[in-house]
């Protein structure tokens, strides 16, 4: 892959932190986890229909497994709880590293997997166990990354250095697809016994790079300061719901948006090569190479002007934005012109989504404080994500049995467009807010506790 990140500055943080290194780690650690994650849903619309579900009922085994694809989405609430947890109680880092293992382990392991024509049924219970694996370890990927970025980063360049993490993920969907556009030109023969199976065996070597990168990154200065001084908070999930149950109940309806992105990645990958459009598989994975590198471009440029104008502006662009454009990129997907879906992905998911998508880390981030930050973005995003995951499932419901309906998908995508900016509205803006002051108004109310040893770093 040639993508890069955008270079940050290197003067420090009023925080003490290293903002530079914070956000190269996050940016590469996310895009490598990320390609682990997003082959899944390429593979999932074109591939695993035919390979691990029965070949009886073509319809219905298209369904499943595009089901199997939200049931990520399902598991990711429980990683939520468990890893914003100890990600609150034991760092950052220590996270970050066990959630690229965990995500390493099981995209390999789906490689290795036998088909429904060797074992029968066994063969999607395992790649649904495998799929559940995966969704945890998501759960505490970008939280974790999130708050690392945050942390580290200097005072009003929040929304930047945290927008580093995110454009690491649209670069694993960029390393992903490509990865995936040979394999997909494959005969179908060979792409459906062998060929498959590649993008998932490269995962081993994806983690190992980003091991490497983890493994050398310090601790927030924010967290082992606060940790030393308050103690880190023995039930984080207890004091987040008792001090910030609004803000979680926000960031769940935020994340909604989300819905454009697995509608946008595998939906309409799915519509757009069935019998209904008739569009190549080659054409429509190289749009989306060419949407998200766009989107890596523009994620960045979005967070600096949140840092200028604010979150919710920022946020509300591209929420509000992409309710408009999910019609637009679905009536060009149904005419079946491969010119007319690169021009409207490029500009509805590379631009517009991009707004929205480039600025959440800081936006959510910002709502709470050092001891509950983790849990707080982890449970809040992965409950709404959990939601944009079997959307794709009710989507392909909508759709009808001739899978024409794109209208009812866009109305269906555009209603959560448009909850997602609702729940925008209703926030507190933190852009100018100094970190250590973050969630203070809820959290200075908590009884004190001792400080309780932890092991950081």
């Known amino acids: ?145 999130n708050s690392m970025t945050l942390e580290h980063a200097p005072e009003h360049r929040r929304g930047y250095y945290t927008s580093f993490t995110l454009s690491g993920t649209q670069a694993g969907q960029i390393l992903a697809t490509l990865v995936f556009i040979p394999v997909a030109a494959l005969p179908e023969e060979q792409l459906h016994t062998w060929g498959w199976r590649i993008p998932f065996l490269l995962s081993f070597f994806v983690t190992v790079v980003g091991l490497v990168l983890r493994r050398k990154l310090d601790e ?80 960045p440029l979005w967070a600096r002007l949140s840092d200028r104008i604010g979150r919710k502006p920022v946020f509300l662009i591209g929420s509000l934005g992409s309710g408009v454009m999910v019609f637009v990129y679905l009536w060009a997907v149904s005419t079946g012109s491969a010119a007319l879906v690169l021009v409207t992905g490029i500009l509805f998911f590379g631009v517009v989504y991009s707004a929205a998508n480039g600025i959440w880390p800081a936006f959510y981030g910002e709502m709470f404080g050092t001891r509950v930050r983790l849990s707080g973005m982890a449970v809040g995003t992965q409950i709404g994500f959990a939601v944009a995951g079997f959307a794709v499932s009710f989507a392909e419901r909508i759709a009808g049995p001739d899978g024409e309906n794109w209208l009812g998908v866009a109305v269906f995508t555009a209603v959560f467009c448009l909850v997602a900016s609702a729940a925008a509205l209703t926030a507190k803006e933190t852009f100018r807010t100094p970190t250590v002051d973050l969630g203070a108004e809820r959290t200075d109310r908590a009884p004190a506790e001792r400080p309780v040893p932890t092991t950081v770093g």
């Not at 948006?257 to 429509?284: E, H, R």
């Open 220 to 299: 927030t200065p924010v967290f082992e300061r606060t940790s030393a001084t308050e103690g880190v908070a023995r039930l984080p999930l207890a004091d987040l719901l008792r001090h910030h149950w609004a803000d979680v109940l926000r960031v769940v309806a935020a994340a909604l948006i989300a819905t454009v992105s697995t509608i946008f990645t595998v939906w309409a990958l799915s519509y757009a090569t069935s019998d209904a459009v008739g569009l190549s598989k080659t054409a429509m994975l190289w749009s989306g190479v060419a949407a998200n590198v766009v989107a890596l471009g523009a994620i």
């Open 1 to 145: 892959m040639s993508a890069r990140p955008p270079q940050p500055p290197t003067h420090p943080p009023a925080s003490g932190g290293k903002p530079r290194k914070a956000a190269i780690a996050a940016w590469a650690g996310s895009a490598l986890e990320y390609y682990d994650f997003f082959i899944y849903g390429s593979a999932a619309a074109l591939v695993f229909p035919h390979v691990f579900f029965s070949p009886d009922d073509p319809a219905t085994a298209t369904l499943i497994s595009l089901a199997s694809f939200g049931v990520a989405y399902a598991a990711r609430p429980l990683g939520a709880l468990v890893l914003g947890h100890f990600g609150d109680r034991l760092g950052r880092r220590k996270i970050m590293v066990f959630t690229l293992i965990l995500m390493g382990l099981s995209t390999f392991l789906i490689g290795c997997l036998p088909t429904y024509a060797q074992v029968g049924t066994a063969a999607p219970v395992l790649l649904v166990l495998m799929r559940v694996l995966q969704g945890l370890s998501a759960a505490g990927e970008q939280a974790s990354a």
